[in-house]
C-alpha cells in the first residue's frame, strides 16, 4: 500500500488518528504505521524531481554506452546477431577472475570459438559499464 495519499495531505494529526482508529475498527489495517502523514514540501518534490532528472539521464548514457559498444563490436567483425552472445561469454570470461589481463582475456575467449575478435582496453571498459 501506498504510504502517500493525495486525498489525505494536509490532514491534521487528529483526522490520522480517527482514519486509523476507524481502520483498525474494520481489521483493514495491518501496520499501525500505514497511515502515518508524510509532509511533502517543495524541496521533497524538488528532490524528487531532480532523482527523476538524473534516472534519465543515466538511461540516456546507458543507451548511448550499448550503441557505441554494437558499433564497436560490429567494427571488429562480429555480426549483430551474435553480438549477445558474444558479451555473455566475455563476462563469463570475466566471472572467472576479474583480475585477468587482456591477453589472458582473448585467450580464454579464443577456447570459446572467438578466434577472429581481439579484445582491447575501451571495448573491455565498455562491456563493464553496460553489464
Known sequence: MSFLRSP???????????KNDHLAQRG???NELEFL???????????????RKLNQFMEYNMERLNDI??????????????????IQDLTYTLA??????LGEINRRLHLLGWYDVEVDE?????????A
Open 96 to 101: 572467472i577472475d576479474a583480475q585477468m589481463n
Open 8 to 18: 489525505d495531505i494536509g490532514k491534521s494529526t487528529a483526522d490520522w488518528k480517527s
Open 28 to 30: 483493514d489495517m495491518n
Open 37 to 51: 502523514p508524510i509532509p511533502v514540501n517543495s524541496k521533497a518534490n524538488q528532490l524528487i524531481h531532480n532523482f
Open 69 to 86: 559498444l554494437l558499433q564497436r563490436l560490429a567494427m571488429k567483425g562480429i555480426a549483430p546477431s551474435i553480438i549477445p552472445r558474444f
Open 122 to 130: 575501451h571495448t573491455l571498459q565498455l562491456v563493464l559499464a553496460t
